[in-house]
């Protein structure tokens, strides 16, 4: 449980540092703008973790289906949650949001992150399906 955790946190690195980076050097426009959907699909990948360390003890179920829909919905809502920041940000603090490139500029551009982020979490639900049961 405690490796577990590690790598949930050296992954949100993996995501801080990608967000920093892209900021940084301008990379969410012009040739490198699929970073953006790479780190949500990364994004989506952590929060299924989240959900599977969290949800280890409660939810036992043999049916890869339900598994790995259940932790892309977690990703998915995590993703979401993520979008409506953007937006209050984007809406209330321009800026910032300007600053930490913290904008989504269309509805196709947020439903592409929430799919992304989605897709991670099925992703890593698949996968991890075979070590929680």
Do not use: C
Not at 31 to 45: E, K, Q, R, T, Y
Not at 86 to 107: D, F, G, H, I, K
């Amino acid at each position: 449980m405690k490796n577990s955790w590690k790598i949930v946190i050296l992954a949100t690195f993996l995501v801080l540092i990608g967000q920093i980076l892209g900021v940084r050097f301008d990379l969410y426009t012009g040739d490198v703008v699929w970073l953006d959907l790479v780190l949500h699909v990364i994004s989506g990948a952590v929060l299924a973790m989240v959900w599977i360390i969290i949800s280890r003890s409660r939810v036992q179920t043999t049916s890869l289906l339900a598994f790995t829909f259940l932790a892309g919905s977690f990703a998915l809502f995590g993703s979401f949650a993520w979008e409506v920041f953007e937006l209050a940000v984007n809406q209330n603090m321009p800026e910032l949001a300007a600053e930490y490139s913290l904008r989504s500029s269309t509805v196709t551009d947020a439903i592409t992150d929430m799919l992304g982020g989605f897709v991670g979490g099925l992703i890593w639900g698949f996968l991890s399906f075979k070590n929680n049961n």
